[in-house]
């Protein structure tokens, strides 16, 4: 059974940073590509950042050069790095994973239960 497991939220004020890591299990990690999107009340679903299988990486126009997305296969673990944070960045944020390049499936085919991020000015 796949499972994602995001931790790492929290409040914070504005300027300051946050990490958010996301647990993999029941798949092999390093084969999948994944991706954070976020959901603020009232507004649709993003992507905000994407990491294939080799590497390579996408983000969002809104977070390039504050928020940085990485993966250590040895761990399972993929990682969003926030910093610069602003109050639009205020939503929940949810990792998820797909065999394909989650910037162009529809819906990704598995997601953790998302962390709260909220940040105040």
């Known amino acids: 059974q796949v499972q994602l497991v995001e931790s790492g939220g929290g409040s914070v004020q504005a300027g300051g940073s946050l990490r958010l890591s996301c647990v993999v299990s029941?798949?092999?990690?390093?084969?999948?590509?994944m991706g954070w999107f976020r959901q603020a009340p009232g507004k649709e679903r993003e992507g905000v950042a994407f990491?294939?299988?080799?590497?390579?990486?996408r983000y969002a126009d809104s977070v390039k050069g504050r928020f940085t997305i990485s993966k250590d296969n040895a761990k399972n673990t993929l990682y969003l790095q926030m910093n610069s944070l602003k109050p639009e960045d205020t939503a929940m944020y949810y990792c998820?994973?797909?065999?394909?390049?989650?910037?162009?499936?529809?819906?990704?085919?598995?997601w953790g239960q998302g962390t709260q991020v909220t940040v105040s000015s």
């Open positions: 990491i294939d299988s080799d590497g390579s990486t």
């Open positions: 029941g798949y092999t990690y390093s084969s999948y590509c």
């Open positions: 998820a994973a797909d065999r394909l390049p989650l910037y162009i499936v529809v819906v990704p085919n598995y």
